[in-house]
T-cell receptor
């Protein structure tokens, strides 16, 4: 079974621009979560999508948004990029059965490394 | 709120030795899950092992085992017979709350295996 895929793997943008990152979950997984990893703040949860609906959101400004499509693929968008947005953005997918269990493991993709100049 | 604490920023271990990576947690949830992930220099987070808060036995996955002490709120990862390929960052993470997929991560431990 193919793992989580993320595109692009590397991205360079300038301040003020916007960027869209893509994530394709493991086949059969319906939940997609996004995380930002920086040297200063570590790994921080951005948001989770399930059945095309945002289910949970981390403490990030509104410039960070996302969506999920009917095939469970997800995109996240960052508008008006700032230097501090430079980070590794990780996507994770999980099965998330209708009745939640605590053994739901999230499997991560290789990440998209965003550099803002 | 949930919190994960990893107190070892870096560790050096001789190849073939066992190593224990420390993780303590804090949560008000009665039911929660604890995870360990490995992150090589390539960046991908690799799932290693899971422990549920109501699991009575410590989890094991090959060379990985999780030393779960609920009363002390600790979930240490034990790697037996370490290999050069084990050199990486290791993150302890927690998920809690029904229907909540959010993982809270610790700051990580950089493990270096010495030949």
């Amino acid at each position: 079974k193919a793992g989580v895929t993320q595109t692009p793997r590397y991205l360079i943008k300038t301040r003020g621009q916007q960027v869209t990152l893509s994530c394709s979950p493991i086949s059969g997984h319906r939940s997609v979560s996004w995380y930002q990893q920086t040297p200063g703040q570590g790994l921080q949860f951005l948001f989770e999508y399930f059945s095309e609906t945002q289910r949970n959101k981390g403490n990030f400004p509104g410039r960070f948004s996302g969506r999920q499509f009917s095939n469970s693929r997800s995109e996240m968008n960052v508008s008006t990029l700032e230097l501090g947005d430079s980070a590794l953005y990780l996507c994770a997918s999980s099965y998330r059965p209708p009745i939640g269990t605590y053994s739901n493991t999230q499997y991560f993709g290789p990440g998209t490394r965003l550099t803002v100049l | 709120a949930q919190k994960i604490t990893q107190t070892q920023p870096g560790m050096f271990v001789q190849e073939k030795e066992a190593v224990t990576l420390d993780c303590t947690y804090d949560t008000s949830d009665q039911s929660y899950g604890l995870f360990w992930y490995k992150q090589p220099s390539s960046g991908e987070m690799i799932f290693l092992i899971y422990q549920g808060s109501y699991d009575e036995q410590n989890a094991t996955e090959g060379r990985y085992s999780l030393n779960f002490q609920k009363a002390r709120k600790s979930a240490n990862l034990v790697i037996s017979a370490s290999q050069l390929g084990d050199s990486a960052m290791y993150f302890c993470a927690m998920r809690g709350g029904f229907g909540n997929e959010k993982l809270t991560f610790g700051t990580g431990t950089r493990l270096t295996i010495i030949p």
